[in-house]
């Protein structure tokens, strides 16, 4: 109970991945199928739109595995991507209100957190060395479809990024992620 009091919004991310995957597993996105292929490779960008969002990745991830087969991935995951890039930078322009704040707060004070933060970034290892590491973290979560409202916080608000290397960053780590789900979708 104690979780649901200091995490909810991780909790609503979790029950929201459950729930793509039962309404992948009942069918509900092979009952959606014909519609996407109306929208054509305007389903891609619909995909990449939800990529992004925490809520809504799982469900944009549905959308890249049912359209996988139709439409060639060398289009989809650009366009899927181009999407992605658009809600991104949505956060990234909103993220004076952070929504994962208090939890990533929270999340920062766990016991858990302080020994990664104890193993891997440690007050001795070097400033190159750690930004690497905030980097690759970052890049970990907008290119996945976990929360790119965590890698795009820890991009805005610990670095001093320019918005258009941020653009080109989100569209080829989203570019790169949505691929990856377009080639599960082709197995």
Not at 37 to 50: K, N, R, T
Not at 109 to 124: C, E, I, N
Request: hydrophobic content about 55%.
């Amino acid at each position: 109970m104690a979780f649901l009091k200091h995490y909810p919004r991780l909790l609503l991310f979790a029950a929201s991945c459950i729930a793509a995957f039962i309404a992948l597993r009942a069918g509900m996105f092979d009952a959606l199928h014909p519609f996407l292929s109306q929208l054509g490779i305007l389903s891609a960008l619909l995909g990449g739109m939800l990529f992004s969002f925490g809520f809504s990745a799982p469900f944009g991830m549905g959308i890249f595995l049912a359209i996988a087969p139709d439409i060639p991935i060398w289009i989809a995951a650009p366009v899927g991507g181009f999407g992605a890039f658009l809600s991104d930078v949505a956060i990234f322009q909103t993220l004076r209100v952070p929504f994962f704040a208090l939890e990533v707060e929270r999340l920062r004070s766990a016991s858990l957190t302080r020994w990664l933060h104890s193993v891997f970034l440690h007050d001795g290892m070097s400033d190159r060395i750690h930004k690497f590491a905030l980097w690759t973290m970052a890049g970990i979560f907008i290119a996945s479809p976990l929360p790119d409202e965590i890698g795009v916080s820890l991009v805005s608000t610990l670095t001093n990024i320019e918005s258009k290397r941020f653009a080109l960053l989100s569209f080829l780590l989203n570019t790169a992620g949505i691929y990856s789900v377009l080639l599960i979708g082709r197995l």
